[in-house]
Nanobody, 118 residues
Framework: EVQLVESGGGLVQAGGSLRLSCAASGFTFDDYAIGWFRQAPGKEREGVSCISRDGSTYYADSVKGRFTMSRDNAKNTFYLQMNLLKPEDTAIYYC????????????WGQGTQVTVAS
């Protein structure tokens, strides 16, 4: 059973940083792409970043240069380092797994709240 558990969310001031973690289990790490999505109140869920099976990374234009995705194979964990946070980054952040980086993923975590105060 594929399981994804996010952690690391919280309240931070604008300009600050947070690192989200996504602990993965139940699948072979190298066989899946991992994506980060977010959903703000009243808005649709949007893709933030993705790391493909070959290690390529993709970012939404709104976070390029501020967010960095990485993986620790030994810990079966993916990370999203978020720097220079803005109030508009406030959302519930989800990690997700699928065979490819795509607009919608098959497996999802429960989400972690990120709130950026101005």
């Amino acid at each position: 059973e594929v399981q994804l558990v996010e952690s690391g969310g919280g309240l931070v001031q604008a300009g600050g940083s947070l690192r989200l973690s996504c602990a993965a289990s139940g699948f072979t790490f190298d066989d899946y792409a991992i994506g980060w999505f977010r959903q703000a109140p009243g808005k649709e869920r949007e893709g933030v970043s993705c790391i493909s099976r070959d290690g390529s990374t993709y970012y939404a234009d709104s976070v390029k240069g501020r967010f960095t995705m990485s993986r620790d194979n030994a810990k079966n964990t993916f990370y999203l380092q978020m720097n220079l946070l803005k109030p508009e980054d406030t959302a519930i952040y989800y990690c997700a797994a699928d065979s490819l980086c795509r607009r919608w993923f098959t497996y999802w975590g429960q989400g972690t709240q990120v709130t950026v105060a101005s």
